[in-house]
Nanobody, 118 residues
Framework: QVQLVESGGGLVQAGGSLRLSCAASGSIFSSNVMGWYRQAPGKQRELVATITSGGSTTYADSVKGRFAISRDGAKTTVSLQMNSLKPEDTAVYYC????????????WGKGTLVTVSS
């Protein structure tokens, strides 16, 4: 069992920055992919960014150049540095861990709210 806890959300004005963190605990193996997803009210949950154990990253087109995802040395903590925030970035941000070892399971955090005002 894996538990994910997000932190760092809050209220920020457009153009500002926030840094989100996700701490993973439990039965975690080194072979995994971690990432951030977000869901705005009435919208479908969407990919924001992912990072592999090897450091390869993927970003949604809407955040590329503004957001940066990273992992710590143990690869059990993932952060999302968000710069030049826009009102359309407002959403609940969820941390995800995808196991690459059996069982192949997705684990989700409970989310942290990011609100960007005009």
């Amino acid at each position: 069992q894996v538990q994910l806890v997000e932190s760092g959300g809050g209220l920020v004005q457009a153009g500002g920055s926030l840094r989100l963190s996700c701490a993973a605990s439990g039965s975690i193996f080194s072979s995994n992919v971690m990432g951030w997803y977000r869901q705005a009210p009435g919208k479908q949950r969407e990919l924001v960014a992912t990072i592999t154990s090897g450091g390869s990253t993927t970003y949604a087109d809407s955040v590329k150049g503004r957001f940066a995802i990273s992992r710590d040395g143990a690869k059990t903590t993932v952060s999302l540095q968000m710069n030049s925030l826009k009102p359309e970035d407002t959403a609940v941000y969820y941390c995800k861990l995808h196991s690459l070892r059996w069982p192949l399971v997705d684990y989700w955090g409970k989310g942290t709210l990011v609100t960007v005002s005009s």
